[in-house]
């Protein structure tokens, strides 16, 4: 078994959301490194743009688009739908990893910060999905399915609040969604599985990874000891959408440094002089 085989994206056509920054620009530049030609999209157009130049220009075996869309309204997801199948034929992967956040304690947090991050995080996730389908079913095959990956949270696997409740509970209902679009495409051909990322660096979490002072102490708090680095996004991506993850579906990969098995201290430490 070549690993260039298992792991190569060539021919492939990829589609990331919020593809210029964090989380997105590192799943893109794997791809992209992987050989598949991405498509990136958010509200930034610009953005999108200048990181697609700059992806292009390291000579990697892909190519990269970047283009404006915003998927907050089903007006802009019906606009992106169009953009993507009017610049490519087929559609081999999707990556829903646009997101929002929003943070305020407990007490204090508004009504407005449900509707807004639950739109994006899971309405939009759902629906984009579903209006792609026609594209993905007919790219599928039985040997090469066509991928889904969604970006949950390992705040959606454990109950880590930290002041964005609707963002904790969004990415919990991203992870379950993914299960249950696993269950009803798999005889599609399409799987689909999600991410549970731990601290990476973001503009989401520039609050706590700004410099890497900061960076440091929030791996000190991670059992691995260190935040996220873009080849750890890379290298799942090409695990997921590459022959090497043709058999798995409804999977989510932890991709959090072991934070999703963090427990409390040893219950009888103290008895016996720990």
């Not at 739109?119 to 594209?135: E, G, I, K």
Request: proline share 5%; hydrophobic share 45%; aromatic share 4%.
């Amino acid at each position: 078994m070549d690993p260039k085989t298992l792991f190569s994206l060539e021919g492939k056509v990829a589609l990331v959301t919020g593809g210029a920054t964090g989380i997105g620009r590192m799943a893109a530049t794997g791809l992209m490194m992987a050989g598949a030609r991405v498509l990136i999209a958010s509200r930034k157009g610009d953005a999108c743009e200048a990181v697609a130049a700059e992806l292009n220009a390291t000579g990697g075996p892909g190519s990269v688009e970047g283009f404006a869309a915003d998927i907050g309204s089903e007006e802009g997801i019906d606009a992106l739908v169009a953009e993507v199948t009017g610049r490519a034929e087929h559609l081999h992967i999707l990556m829903n990893n646009s997101g929002v956040t929003w943070g305020a304690p407990m007490g204090q947090f508004p009504h407005a910060a449900w509707d807004k991050v639950m739109n994006v995080n899971v309405a939009a996730m759902f629906h984009l999905t579903q209006s792609l389908l026609p594209v993905l079913i007919k790219t599928g095959t039985a040997d090469d399915p066509a991928r889904v990956v969604n970006v949950g949270s390992v705040m959606g696997e454990v109950p880590l609040g930290d002041g964005a409740y609707s963002y904790a509970a969004s990415k919990a209902a991203v992870l379950h969604m993914t299960k249950i679009m696993a269950k009803e495409l798999a005889p599609h051909h399409v799987t689909v599985n999600a991410l549970a990322p731990g601290p990476f660096v973001s503009k989401m979490t520039a609050f706590a990874t700004a410099d890497e002072d900061m960076r440091e102490k929030v791996g000190a708090d991670v059992p691995l000891g260190r935040v996220g680095r873009d080849e750890d996004i890379a290298g799942c991506m090409q695990f997921l959408c590459g022959r090497g993850g043709a058999y798995l579906t409804g999977a989510v990969l932890p991709v959090s440094g072991g934070v999703q098995v963090m427990t409390g201290p040893n219950l009888f430490r103290a008895a016996l002089g720990g």
